[in-house]
């Protein structure tokens, strides 16, 4: 098992420029996140999806947008790049626990910058 | 509104014990994890409650108050690889959202 794969590890845009994230996970998860954390801010969800096919705004959702058309993956998308879209993104997973949505597993980050 | 306290920075001895608290106030509240994370690494899960009380696990054990809005890490027999940051999220029921704190970043001194 891989668990939660994120691509790329690293990027660098120019303002303006757009790109997409790739997150993947081999757990069968019906809950996926993308998150963005920055010094001092803590982590942000930015877009989540409770399953395939669907999705919903989380705190920090401008500028961003997202897809799930497969269950295992889960793309965020930069149409035009802002310097303040700076950030390590991460991608989590998890799956309908007991009492409430279980523990999340994360991918190891992806580092954007934009200059 | 979302809102998650907890200290921002913490130091203490290798061997000894550290409580690292957490205040919450969310809507739709359904229980509290907390998270390890390593500079330059991904959060790992630590924990989780749902009911007032105490969760054990080995070294680690957190604690819930959900009439006051309170948890706390607890952390034994310190070693010098538990220095990192240390995240509490709390799970909102409406919508399956997360919403963390700034983290404490803990640093463990011989």
Redesign the interface.
Known sequence: NAGVTQTPKFRVLKTGQSMTLLCAQDMNHEYMYWYRQDPGMGLRLIHYSVGEGTTAKGEVPDGYNVSRLKKQNFLLGLESAAPSQTSVYFCASSYQGLAGVGEQFFGPGTRLTVL | G?N?DQPTEMTATEGAIVQINCTYQTSGF??L?W?QQHAG?????LS?N?LDGLEEKGRFSSFLSRSKGYSYLLLKELQMKDSASY?C?A?S?T?????????TSLTVIP
Do not use: D, K, R, W
């Open positions: 979302q998650i359904n229980g994890f998270y690494e991904a959060p790992t899960f989780y749902v995240l999220a799970e029921n919508g399956n959202q997360f919403y963390f704190g700034t983290g």
